[in-house]
């Protein structure tokens, strides 16, 4: 695969950090980003880790004048910074789902928004949206983050419609329980519990999801677009 620029949103831990490592070792220039300061354990020169507010449109637009001065505007885009805010629906706070939908949905407009363009120009281009196995099956005390999930899956169908003829593939990810720090708070008793739905009766690892994102911005995934795959051990099938 020709050497290319990956931005990867939520980069300084869990799956985003595990996928800025990965690339970074197989050789692609890897900006990697979070809301804090934050430095990769591996100093790699390909490795930029910078700090951004997806939120913030004039943090976006000031990271894209940075990395086209850098000649580091992406070809391959993945949007996997996301946030949590449990809560029953009853008790959720307005800032509870405002702080969530702006992070995990409204930020990956902000930043497919202003790459598009660039992907468009070169005829050449892979979004890859991270998204949750919460947004296709739903789980109590998560309304807020299962809905930015699930809009993820919408948001994917319909860019890929507008951008396949730009040979611009546009899909998504639903990682399952992977052990990461988001599932770290999971006592042993439910995590036994939860084991005994999931038929390969193990948490995924982030190296999983690091793979298969591996394979769909890779060319033998060119004929893949509009599609949400799950990755889960087969927790959920249809």
Same mark, same amino acid.
């Given at each position: 695969?020709?050497?290319?620029?990956?931005?990867?949103?939520?980069?300084?831990?869990?799956?985003?950090?595990?996928?800025?490592?990965?690339?970074?070792?197989?050789?692609?220039?890897?900006?990697?980003?979070?809301?804090?300061?934050?430095?990769?354990? *591996?100093? &790699?020169? !390909?490795?930029?880790? #910078?700090?951004? +507010?997806?939120?913030?449109?004039?943090?976006?637009? %000031?990271?894209? =004048?940075?990395?086209?001065?850098?000649?580091?505007?992406? *070809?391959? &885009?993945? !949007?996997?910074?996301? #946030?949590?805010? +449990?809560?029953?629906?009853?008790?959720?706070?307005? %800032?509870?789902? =405002?702080?969530?939908?702006?992070?995990?949905?409204?930020?990956?407009?902000?930043?497919?928004?202003?790459?598009?363009?660039?992907?468009?120009?070169?005829?050449?281009?892979?979004?890859?949206?991270?998204?949750?196995?919460?947004?296709?099956?739903?789980?109590?005390?998560?309304?807020?983050?299962?809905?930015?999930?699930?809009?993820?899956?919408?948001?994917?169908?319909?860019?890929?419609?507008?951008?396949?003829?730009?040979?611009?593939?546009?899909?998504?990810?639903?990682?399952?329980?992977?052990?990461?720090?988001?599932?770290?708070?999971?006592?042993?008793?439910?995590?036994?519990?939860?084991?005994?739905?999931?038929?390969?009766?193990?948490?995924?690892?982030?190296?999983?999801?690091?793979?298969?994102?591996?394979?769909?911005?890779?060319?033998?995934?060119?004929?893949?677009?509009?599609?949400?795959?799950?990755?889960?051990?087969?927790?959920?099938?249809?």
């Amino acid at each position: 695969m020709k050497k290319r620029n990956i931005f990867i949103s939520g980069a300084s831990r869990g799956i985003g950090k595990s996928m800025a490592k990965h690339f970074a070792k197989s050789n692609f220039n890897v900006v990697g980003t979070s809301r804090n300061n934050f430095k990769f354990d *591996d100093d &790699l020169e !390909n490795l930029l880790p #910078i700090k951004l +507010d997806v939120t913030s449109r004039n943090d976006v637009k %000031d990271c894209f =004048d940075e990395l086209k001065t850098k000649n580091l505007l992406p *070809d391959i &885009l993945i !949007n996997n910074a996301g #946030i949590t805010a +449990d809560q029953l629906f009853l008790r959720m706070s307005d %800032d509870d789902w =405002d702080n969530v939908i702006n992070t995990n949905l409204t930020g990956t407009f902000n930043l497919t928004k202003i790459f598009l363009k660039n992907m468009i120009k070169n005829k050449f281009g892979r979004i890859i949206n991270i998204s949750s196995i919460s947004g296709l099956m739903g789980n109590p005390g998560q309304v807020n983050y299962s809905s930015s999930k699930a809009a993820l899956n919408g948001f994917t169908k319909s860019l890929a419609k507008e951008v396949g003829s730009r040979n611009i593939t546009v899909n998504c990810v639903a990682p399952g329980f992977i052990d990461t720090d988001m599932t770290s708070y999971i006592g042993q008793k439910e995590r036994n519990e939860i084991l005994k739905k999931i038929p390969l009766n193990k948490f995924g690892s982030p190296e999983d999801i690091s793979k298969l994102v591996m394979f769909l911005m890779s060319d033998e995934a060119s004929y893949i677009t509009g599609q949400t795959i799950s990755i889960d051990g087969g927790l959920l099938m249809y």
